[in-house]
């Protein structure tokens, strides 16, 4: 069983997004294998699913993203947990989790691929391993630097909308990326 979680903002008003970039990936994928998504309030998230691949978009906000992760991985026994405990730091999910989200660092219109490494400033990834206490799972980081970083605020950047030739270039990324990370 693997899991590939999408990360964004819940809500209308953050749809098409720069920061929502992990949501339109894995809404993608739903797609793509045709899954319908699920509002499940166990774990604060929607989950879509077949018998191999768990799809989850965490309802909390972007910054709380690593209680709906952990919480589904528990649920379908995939940490190794001693009474509900996580009980090795660092554990090697790297095969299990997948998880999909934004990079200011990456220009628009890239992804990259990485494995064990640090948030980097991203408070959604770093949800994820202060819950999951490590950092060695599978990250599929999708670019949306453009050169209007440099002139406003990064908290404005990332939740302006993408304007219609942004989305063609993210939607382009995505699907790009989906390829890597399905093989």
């Known amino acids: 069983m693997r899991i590939i979680v999408g990360l964004g903002n819940p809500g209308e008003q953050y749809a098409n997004t720069r920061h929502n970039a992990g949501f339109m990936a894995i809404d993608s994928l739903a797609k ?103 950092k060695n799972f599978k990250r599929l980081r999708i670019g949306i630097k453009t050169p209007l970083l440099e002139k406003i605020p990064t908290d404005k950047f990332v939740l302006m909308k993408l304007n219609t030739e942004e989305k063609k270039i993210i939607d382009i990324t995505i699907f790009a990326a989906l390829k890597d990370i399905k093989n």
């Open 32 to 134: 793509e294998l045709d899954l319908a998504w699920e509002n499940n309030k166990k774990f604060k998230a929607e989950i879509a699913k077949n018998d191999s691949l768990i799809l989850v978009k965490p309802l909390d906000f972007m910054n709380n993203s690593g209680r709906s992760v952990a919480a589904v991985m528990s649920y379908f026994k995939l940490l190794p947990k001693k009474l509900g405990l996580i009980k090795t730091a660092n554990a090697d999910l790297s095969e299990i989790l997948t998880v999909i989200h934004d990079d200011l660092d990456i220009e628009m219109g890239k992804f990259k691929v990485s494995i064990d490494s640090r948030s980097a400033g991203h408070r959604g990834v770093k949800s994820i391993i202060n819950h999951l206490k490590t």
